[in-house]
């Protein structure tokens, strides 16, 4: 009888494991789901979007507010908890250090400094950055927030999102020039996005610093928004040069997106 009683236990540690397992990939589901809308919803639009039926949204729902990662608003939605920031920052700085050599590389076959942005709500944030060993180079500090509507990260980030919402995001950031260059008018940025979709790179020619020239791609399939660029001096960030420079950068983003979806070896 021991033996069989053990088996009982396996059998029931098993099943439990099973359903843990279940419980924390719905709950994973759920979250991003959660962020696709906005990071706000009501129980009803998840059980919609997701297929699970209330009870079940509920039960997990409950263990994710008790735990920080949501909170119940005042108008019974849920919305997305702050404890979920700390993750959010830690994982950017992760994803900025598995993504330095690849920028590097960049460095090595364009000569110009490479970086890394993500979007972040309205804003594009840079998580890492390679300079370039010119003595002449550029710099962006880790970590600075910028306007999308000037910056080439943020049309190649930005060239993938349905008009309407990119509509949305530049009434609430409003399009500020930071040079004469910068593009002040929805209509016209929408029309340099078209342009990004058609040639599959985005430009930012002193539209967010006089003189400096910058290429960008967006990184496919990431796991959340990104995009790379190279930028250097207009006088050496040519036309000619972009020729050479955009298929290296279209290539290291390829190469960077597989090693991102890559889950690493089985534990």
């Known amino acids: 009888m021991p033996s069989s009683s053990a088996s009982t236990t396996d059998a029931a540690k098993s099943s439990a494991s ?5 419980s924390l990939e719905r709950a994973f589901d759920l979250l991003e789901r959660m962020a696709d809308a906005g990071g706000e919803v009501g129980l009803s639009e998840l059980s919609a979007s997701s297929g699970l039926p209330l009870p079940t949204i509920h039960r997990l729902m409950r263990t994710l507010v008790s735990c920080g990662y949501v909170r119940q608003q005042t108008n019974r939605r849920y919305a997305l908890g702050p404890r979920l920031i700390r993750l959010g920052e830690s994982a950017s700085r992760l994803l900025g250090t598995w993504a330095r050599p690849y920028l590097a590389r960049l460095v090595e076959e364009t000569g110009e ?13 840079y998580v890492a950055q390679v300079p370039s060993k010119h003595s002449m180079r550029m710099f962006t500090e880790v970590g600075r927030r910028v306007l999308p509507h000037s910056t080439g990260v943020g049309k190649a ?7 309407d919402e990119v509509r949305a995001l530049l009434s609430r ?8 260059k910068t593009i002040t008018r929805p ?23 006089v003189g400096v ?11 959340t928004a990104a995009a790379i660029s190279i930028s250097g001096p207009a006088g050496r960030v040519t036309e000619s040069a ?5 298929p290296v950068l279209q290539q290291v983003a390829v190469e960077l997106s ?3 979806a890559s889950s690493g070896p089985a534990a």
Request: some cysteine; overall charge negative; charged content about 25%.
């Open 242 to 246: 972009t020729e050479k420079i955009v």
């Open 187 to 209: 209509e016209d940025f929408l029309t340099a996005l078209e342009e990004v979709r058609r040639a599959g790179y985005a430009v930012d020619d002193s539209e967010q610093e």
């Open 157 to 163: 980030l930005l060239a993938g999102v349905p008009a």
């Open 173 to 180: 950031t409003g399009m500020p020039a930071a040079t004469d």
């Open 258 to 260: 597989a090693a991102l």
């Open 113 to 125: 400094t490479a970086n890394m942005a993500l979007l972040d709500g309205d804003e594009i944030v």
């Open 18 to 22: 099973g359903g843990g397992v279940q």
């Open 213 to 223: 020239r910058c290429l960008a791609v967006s990184v496919p399939n990431s796991p």
